[in-house]
C-alpha cells in the first residue's frame, strides 16, 4: 500500500489547492492535511477551529520498523489556553504548549504488522472522530475560541 496523500487543502472552497498563486483564497485558509483527515478538518473549521495540520503517522521507526503503531496528529492554527472540545474521545489528547493547546493528537494503543489493517483502524479512529464533532455544540466552541484564543 503507498503512503497517504498529504496536500494542501482549502477550507473554504473545500477542495485541494491545486495552484497556490492563482488561488484566490488566502494561505491561513488551507491545511495539510491526509485525504483521510478531510472530513475532520472541515468539521473543526465549522467550529471556529482552524487547523494548520492534520495528518496519520505509522510510527514505524525505532527498533521495531515492521510494526505500525497508528496516529493521528492535529495541529490548530490558534492556540488556546481551555479545552475548547470538552472531553474527548478514547485515545485523543490534547497537546500542550507554554500552557496553551496546540494539538489534538491520536494514539492507539494497538499496533499492526499489517499496513492495510493500520490503515484500517486509522479510518474507524477518524469516523468516531467526525460523529464525536458532530454532537458538538458549533455556537459553544466558536464562543470558547473567541474568548481563549490569543
Ligand atoms: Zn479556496
Not at 31 to 42: E, Q, S
Not at 87 to 109: C, H, I, M, R
Request: hydrophobic share 40%.
Amino acid at each position: 500500500m503507498d503512503d497517504l496523500q498529504v496536500r494542501d487543502y482549502c477550507v473554504q472552497c473545500k477542495k485541494p489547492v491545486t495552484d497556490c498563486a492563482k488561488h484566490e483564497h488566502q494561505i491561513r485558509h488551507s491545511v495539510l492535511a491526509d485525504d483521510v483527515m478531510l472530513g475532520i478538518v472541515d468539521r473543526l473549521y465549522d467550529l471556529g477551529i482552524a487547523t494548520v495540520m492534520a495528518i496519520c503517522t505509522f510510527n514505524r521507526t525505532g527498533s521495531a520498523p515492521d510494526i505500525n503503531h497508528p496516529g493521528i496528529i492535529i495541529q490548530l492554527s490558534e492556540q488556546v489556553t481551555y479545552e475548547m472540545l470538552g472531553e474527548l474521545p478514547a485515545g485523543w489528547a490534547y497537546g500542550w504548549k507554554d500552557g496553551k493547546v496546540f494539538s489534538l493528537d491520536f494514539n492507539d494503543w494497538c499496533t499492526y504488522i499489517d499496513i492495510s489493517e493500520a490503515m484500517t483502524r486509522i479510518n474507524a479512529v477518524v469516523g468516531e472522530f467526525e460523529a464525536y464533532l458532530d454532537t458538538r455544540d458549533a455556537e459553544g466552541t466558536r464562543a470558547i475560541m473567541l474568548l481563549t484564543a490569543d
